[in-house]
């Protein structure tokens, strides 16, 4: 096949499948995103982080299907506008043609791969650092005024009226127990500024005054400041506070590798780490998988001259039809029974396999199929 040719075609594949690969992922990623960030996320700057961490996992799992779409779209259409008999009438067999289509899908392996062993792991966990900050309140601008926010085991009860700035607040009025101190403590402030420092926030309150009282005493103590600094464990200039608890989704390969857990002593881990696994290791593979169907089903239901064009069209379907059954067999059968690994493994060699038969058959009609004029002599 000629070099531009080559180029040309893989070229208009890369760009449907990216077209489609952006296409299935926007809609699943703004839809996470507004499932599980109030409107204050965005004023607290947790838009950004909660996208990183979303993102990477989607583009993986949906690059085989945008692939495989692609392919097939790409096909479909060149069956319906003849190119592939004047692909033929240049004695370009079947496999010939597959060659660019097969590169570009094989690049879509790797990409997979580096998503989900490398890109992914290293983001995905700050969905759940977001996820953890909106549950605990830990961003002070996404604090409500009117409320009441409980923080440090329930030591600590927070209160104020408005917002006058992105970090100022008037009306603040906090009840909290001092173990320094060992004291019970009221501070009203008129004014409190948030001010975030690389360890977490500290709350800078102007005049107001604190009451308090030794534990067990019956005495109130009174005295009014000017300013008052209070630090307050929410989420500082340094990043997203850490969760207490680490997923296998967050492990690089290697890490990942060595955690396997002991399907005796941990079966609903072992379950876990299965699932993640299939996904990780399985689901990039699709996208050969999904371009070799692709092209098998088209080229089985179309002529090279463009009839049964509507036939090829309707075969697009069957890719996402694979990849979802595969998808979830991955995500809820490995879960309830890790041996059912070997049930996804086994779908993806079928299909596989089915593919390279189907496109044999109609190599195997190649000479056939081009015109007398380029037949060889008997």
């Not at 392996?109 to 062993?117: N, P």
């Not at 780490?273 to 692709?294: D, N, Q, V």
Request: charged share 15%; net charge positive; with cysteine.
């Amino acid at each position: 096949m000629p070099r531009l040719l080559y180029l040309y075609l893989a070229k208009r594949i890369a760009l449907s499948a990216l077209l489609i690969e952006t296409g299935l992922c926007l809609p699943v990623v703004m839809t996470t995103l507004f499932q599980h960030l109030p409107a204050a996320a965005i004023r607290g700057g947790l838009l950004t982080p909660a996208l990183l961490g979303t993102m990477p996992t989607v583009l993986y799992i949906a690059l085989p299907m945008a692939v495989g779409i692609a392919v097939a779209l790409e096909f479909a259409r060149m069956s319906a506008d003849g190119m592939i008999a004047v692909l033929y009438s240049v004695r370009l067999s079947v496999w010939s043609i597959c060659v660019p289509y097969i590169c570009v899908a094989a690049i879509a392996v790797g990409a997979g791969y580096w998503i989900s062993s490398v890109f992914a792991p290293a983001n995905v966990g700050k969905m759940h650092d977001v996820i953890h900050v909106i549950r605990n309140s830990l961003n002070h601008r996404m604090l409500q005024p009117g409320q009441f926010y409980t923080f440090d085991d329930g030591s600590r009860t927070l209160y104020f009226q408005r917002w006058r700035s992105a970090d100022v607040v008037s009306g603040m009025f906090i009840h909290q127990f001092s173990t320094e101190k060992n004291e019970e403590q009221i501070i009203t402030a008129a004014e409190t500024e948030f001010r975030r420092n690389e360890q977490g926030v500290v709350m800078i309150m102007s005049k107001g005054s604190i009451q308090s009282r030794s534990e067990g005493g019956a005495t109130m103590r009174t005295a009014n400041f000017d300013e008052y600094v209070i630090p307050i464990d929410m989420q500082g200039a340094g990043g997203l506070p850490k969760r207490g608890w680490r997923g296998l989704f967050e492990l690089s390969s290697g890490a990942f590798l060595h955690a396997l857990p002991n399907p005796a002593w941990d079966p609903r881990g072992y379950a876990e780490w299965m699932s993640e696994a299939t996904k990780r290791f399985a689901i990039p593979l699709l996208a050969l998988t999904h371009a070799l169907l692709a092209i098998g089903l088209v080229l089985s239901v179309a002529t090279p001259t463009g009839r049964g064009a509507a036939a090829a069209s309707a075969m697009v379907g069957a890719i996402p039809a694979v990849h979802v059954a595969i998808l979830v067999c991955a995500e809820t059968l490995v879960r309830q029974d890790p041996r059912l690994v070997w049930l996804i493994g086994l779908a993806i060699l079928a299909e596989f396999v089915a593919a390279i038969v189907l496109i044999q058959r109609q190599n195997a009609d190649f000479p056939a199929r081009r015109p007398l004029s380029l037949q060889p002599a008997r």
